[in-house]
Each structure stands twice: as structure tokens, then as C-alpha cells.
């Protein structure tokens, strides 16, 4: 067996080991149903939402908002201006203006982080959330946050179930199902103590979580991640509120998707280097010892795998194409056999490998469909494993040479 292949192999059997290993998870503790038992006490709560140049989404995001089942008196809504250049400042105002709740703060550009820091610095609330300006919640998403506050004091942070808002275009439809991974992975992390991120859309703190560990940070443009690792390096804990929706806007074009998935993934690499003394440190539990390091592990198997099957295409494309010269012999008249031989099935470890890997993966999708609550159509899917393994790459290459350049990935 040659060496490429023996470290496919160690790749694919890596993945297999992580998702049944996930797998095993879910079993041993599967997701709660959704019930419609109303919290004992409703914490006051301020929902930030910072902004810059999101004329298009705005007031759709304040609408969800507003429209939350939740006690007017307990909520507050709080707009920071990022310094936009659009009309954002124009319909913030007009939103204060109609509504009670909603207060509008102008600031000169700095960063998201920042206009989440004069928020935090702000407000008195007991709860602290965040919702990005291209998001919108469901109505009882917070109940159901609130609901993880009060059955358990230890908990600091909740993270929301994410899915893709109105998903039409092929490449919506690939993310709709990465979404939906996602949402199976999340909740698999909570039952670990391991969620590694506090995404911008509906994660929600304590107020004195910011009063233990500090504000946001820049952090690489990755601010919700950092504070995630943060929060387990001082031991705060983090849990999934599956039950608590929120719908996201994506990506619509291969550049800005591929620009987008560059910060994240450059984010992880030059974060887990800032915090590497969590790696197999058993102080930080599933997430030091588990957590971290797979994903490390997976993002450069990810590249090599890649790597590998490209190297092996145009080898095998250009060979082709020499031997159609040498001999040459038109394409059509090629002695290449098209007949499927029934008697031989290839029965090598990778082929197993890449077949069990590829089932696993089918299920847990369908496994965060199910904790979501949410369809995936013949389309979706057929987008996602037609698509995504071959615009992966392009964004894990990108964040291996900006993190080992040591470069500043862009926001947009």
C-alpha cells in the first residue's frame, strides 16, 4: 500500500471514529421535545444587535424581535451602528422612533466586537443576547432559552438551532444541509460540555459572564468563537437550546461564501493556537482533550484529502491525454471498456471506508433534521454531496496560508 493511501485511510478512519462516536452520544442521551411549559421567572433581557451597512435585513431582524413571546416589560432591543454608510441609520431611527423597546446607539467603525462591547458596557439587564442583523428569530426562541437558564443556575451561555432562511439557489441548498449538520453536531458537543462556538445569531449570556472573563475581543475576526474558548478555559458552561430556532441568511455567491468560510476557518486555526494549552489538557474535559484537537486534525485532513484526489485527477486526466496523443486515437474509438463486471465489486479498506463514512454522514443529517424539526429535500442533498467537498478546499487552503502568513482574514 502506497503512503498516500495509507493516510487516506487514516483520515477516513478518523471520521469514522468521530461520528460514531457522536453517534454513541445521541443514544446514550437523546434530544428533549419541545414542550409548551412556560418559564417560573422571566429574566429582564437586552437583545443586541449590531450592524453595519444591513439597510436590507434590518427591520425584518427588529420585527422578529418585537414580535418574541415574551413579557414587553423584560425586553429590550438595542441597535448599534457600526458606523454604516447606508440608510441603516435611517430606518434604526425611524425603528426607536415606532417602538419603545428599541434603542438606537450610532458609533464610528470598529469592528463588530466593539459594538458589542458599548452594549455590554450599557445595559443592566440579567440576560445579555446577541442577533446578527441578517437573522430572524422564532417566536418562542427565547422562552425556550430561557427554559435552559432556569433548569439548571451553572449554565452562562446558550447557543440557538440554526437553519438557513428561505433556502432557493443550489448553493443555498448545500448550506441549508451543512446547517443541518451542524445542528446534529452542536447538540452532540452540548451533551460533551464541548460546544466551541457562541454564533452571532441568538446566542445569549448572562451579564455576569462579562463581568468574570472580560468583553469580546477581536480575535481574529472570530469574536464569538474566542469567547467560547474563553468561557471553557474559566470553566463557564455553555449548553444547546435545540428547541430555540433561528433563521440566518447565507451566502449567495461562491465568493463571498468561500470569503466567509475563510475567516472561520482561519479564526479556529489562529484561536486554538492562542488557547493551544487547552490541547489534550484533561483540566478542560471533552473540549481540551476531544473537541480541539479533532478539529485541528480534521481541518488538515480535510486539505490533504483534497489535496490528494486532485493530485490523482489531473495525474490520471493528463496520462489520458498523452496516450490519446501518442497513439492518436479519437476519444470515441478509445478501447475503454463502459461494461459493469457484476462478479467484481471493489472490496479494499478505503472503498469501505469512504462507504461507511459517507452512511454516517447521511444519518447524522438526518439525525439534525430531526432535532430541528426540519425537511431535507432529494435537492438539498444532492446539492451538498455534489458540491461541498469540492468548495471546501478552496477555503481550507485559504485559511492555512492567511493563518500561516499570520494575515487578517476579511469580514466580507
Same mark, same amino acid.
Given at each position: 500500500?502506497?503512503?498516500?493511501?495509507?493516510?487516506?485511510?487514516?483520515?477516513?478512519?478518523?471520521?469514522?471514529?468521530?461520528?460514531?462516536?457522536?453517534?454513541?452520544?445521541?443514544?446514550?442521551?437523546?434530544? =428533549?421535545?419541545?414542550?409548551? $411549559?412556560? *418559564? /417560573?421567572?422571566?429574566? !429582564? @433581557?437586552?437583545? +443586541?444587535?449590531?450592524c453595519f451597512n444591513e439597510e436590507k435585513t434590518l427591520k425584518s431582524t427588529i420585527? =422578529?424581535?418585537?414580535?418574541? $413571546?415574551? *413579557? /414587553?416589560?423584560?425586553? !429590550? @432591543?438595542?441597535? +448599534?451602528?457600526?458606523?454604516?454608510?447606508?440608510?441603516?441609520?435611517?430606518?434604526?431611527?425611524?425603528?426607536?422612533?415606532?417602538?419603545?423597546?428599541?434603542?438606537?446607539?450610532?458609533?464610528?467603525?470598529?469592528?463588530?466586537?466593539?459594538?458589542?462591547?458599548?452594549?455590554?458596557?450599557?445595559?443592566?439587564?440579567?440576560?445579555?443576547?446577541?442577533?446578527?442583523?441578517?437573522?430572524?428569530?422564532?417566536?418562542?426562541?427565547?422562552?425556550?432559552?430561557?427554559?435552559?437558564?432556569?433548569?439548571?443556575?451553572?449554565?452562562?451561555?446558550?447557543?440557538?438551532?440554526?437553519?438557513?432562511?428561505?433556502?432557493?439557489?443550489?448553493?443555498?441548498?448545500?448550506?441549508?444541509?451543512?446547517?443541518?449538520?451542524?445542528?446534529?453536531?452542536?447538540?452532540?458537543?452540548?451533551?460533551?460540555?464541548?460546544?466551541?462556538?457562541?454564533?452571532?445569531?441568538?446566542?445569549?449570556?448572562?451579564?455576569?459572564?462579562?463581568?468574570?472573563?472580560?468583553?469580546?475581543?477581536?480575535?481574529?475576526?472570530?469574536?464569538?468563537?474566542?469567547?467560547?474558548?474563553?468561557?471553557?478555559?474559566?470553566?463557564?458552561?455553555?449548553?444547546?437550546?435545540?428547541?430555540?430556532?433561528?433563521?440566518?441568511?447565507?451566502?449567495?455567491?461562491?465568493?463571498?461564501?468561500?470569503?466567509?468560510?475563510?475567516?472561520?476557518?482561519q479564526g479556529f486555526l489562529q484561536n486554538s493556537r492562542d488557547y493551544s494549552y487547552?490541547?489534550?489538557?484533561?483540566?478542560?474535559?471533552?473540549?481540551?482533550?476531544?473537541?480541539?484537537?479533532?478539529?485541528?486534525?480534521?481541518?488538515?485532513?480535510?486539505?490533504?484529502?483534497?489535496?490528494?484526489?486532485?493530485?490523482?485527477?489531473?495525474?490520471?486526466t493528463s496520462m489520458r491525454a498523452l496516450d490519446m496523443y501518442l497513439t492518436q486515437?479519437?476519444?470515441?474509438?478509445?478501447?475503454?471498456?463502459?461494461?459493469?463486471?457484476?462478479?467484481?465489486?471493489?472490496?479494499?479498506?478505503?472503498?469501505?471506508?469512504?462507504?461507511?463514512?459517507?452512511?454516517?454522514?447521511?444519518?447524522?443529517?438526518?439525525?439534525?433534521?430531526?432535532?430541528?424539526?426540519?425537511?431535507?429535500?432529494?435537492?438539498?442533498?444532492?446539492?451538498?454531496?455534489?458540491?461541498?467537498?469540492?468548495?471546501?478546499?478552496?477555503?481550507?487552503?485559504?485559511?492555512?496560508?492567511?493563518?500561516?502568513?499570520?494575515?487578517?482574514?476579511?469580514?466580507?
Amino acid at each position: 500500500m502506497e503512503l498516500g493511501t495509507l493516510a487516506i485511510d487514516v483520515c477516513l478512519f478518523i471520521a469514522l471514529f468521530f461520528e460514531v462516536f457522536l453517534l454513541i452520544a445521541f443514544f446514550e442521551r437523546k434530544p =428533549s421535545t419541545k414542550t409548551r $411549559e412556560m *418559564p /417560573k421567572h422571566f429574566p !429582564s @433581557i437586552t437583545m +443586541v444587535v449590531p450592524c453595519f451597512n444591513e439597510e436590507k435585513t434590518l427591520k425584518s431582524t427588529i420585527e =422578529s424581535l418585537l414580535q418574541l $413571546e415574551y *413579557p /414587553k416589560e423584560k425586553l !429590550s @432591543i438595542m441597535i +448599534v451602528d457600526d458606523g454604516s454608510k447606508d440608510n441603516t441609520r435611517k430606518i434604526s431611527e425611524e425603528l426607536a422612533k415606532q417602538y419603545r423597546q428599541v434603542e438606537y446607539v450610532f458609533k464610528e467603525n470598529g469592528g463588530k466586537y466593539t459594538a458589542l462591547n458599548l452594549a455590554i458596557e450599557r445595559v443592566q439587564t440579567d440576560l445579555i443576547g446577541c442577533l446578527d442583523a441578517d437573522s430572524f428569530v422564532v417566536k418562542d426562541a427565547l422562552i425556550e432559552a430561557v427554559k435552559k437558564f432556569e433548569s439548571d443556575p451553572a449554565v452562562m451561555a446558550i447557543t440557538p438551532a440554526m437553519k438557513v432562511h428561505k433556502p432557493t439557489t443550489i448553493l443555498e441548498l448545500m448550506q441549508s444541509v451543512e446547517y443541518t449538520f451542524g445542528i446534529f453536531y452542536k447538540k452532540m458537543f452540548d451533551n460533551l460540555a464541548a460546544l466551541n462556538v457562541l454564533p452571532g445569531p441568538f446566542s445569549i449570556y448572562r451579564k455576569e459572564v462579562f463581568q468574570k472573563i472580560g468583553l469580546f475581543r477581536h480575535a481574529h475576526n472570530t469574536e464569538d468563537m474566542e469567547i467560547a474558548f474563553r468561557m471553557h478555559a474559566h470553566g463557564l458552561k455553555i449548553v444547546n437550546a435545540h428547541t430555540a430556532l433561528v433563521y440566518t441568511t447565507v451566502p449567495t455567491t461562491l465568493r463571498s461564501l468561500i470569503k466567509q468560510r475563510t475567516r472561520w476557518s482561519q479564526g479556529f486555526l489562529q484561536n486554538s493556537r492562542d488557547y493551544s494549552y487547552m490541547f489534550f489538557n484533561p483540566r478542560f474535559g471533552h473540549f481540551g482533550m476531544f473537541v480541539l484537537p479533532f478539529g485541528f486534525v480534521a481541518f488538515f485532513a480535510g486539505l490533504f484529502t483534497a489535496m490528494y484526489a486532485a493530485y490523482h485527477l489531473i495525474q490520471a486526466t493528463s496520462m489520458r491525454a498523452l496516450d490519446m496523443y501518442l497513439t492518436q486515437i479519437p476519444p470515441h474509438l478509445s478501447p475503454v471498456s463502459n461494461n459493469l463486471n457484476w462478479f467484481y465489486l471493489n472490496t479494499t479498506m478505503t472503498s469501505f471506508l469512504i462507504l461507511v463514512t459517507f452512511s454516517m454522514t447521511i444519518v447524522a443529517i438526518f439525525l439534525g433534521s430531526k432535532i430541528a424539526d426540519s425537511k431535507i429535500t432529494a435537492k438539498s442533498l444532492f446539492s451538498y454531496f455534489a458540491f461541498f467537498g469540492f468548495i471546501a478546499p478552496f477555503w481550507l487552503a485559504r485559511a492555512a496560508w492567511g493563518a500561516a502568513l499570520a494575515r487578517e482574514s476579511k469580514w466580507r
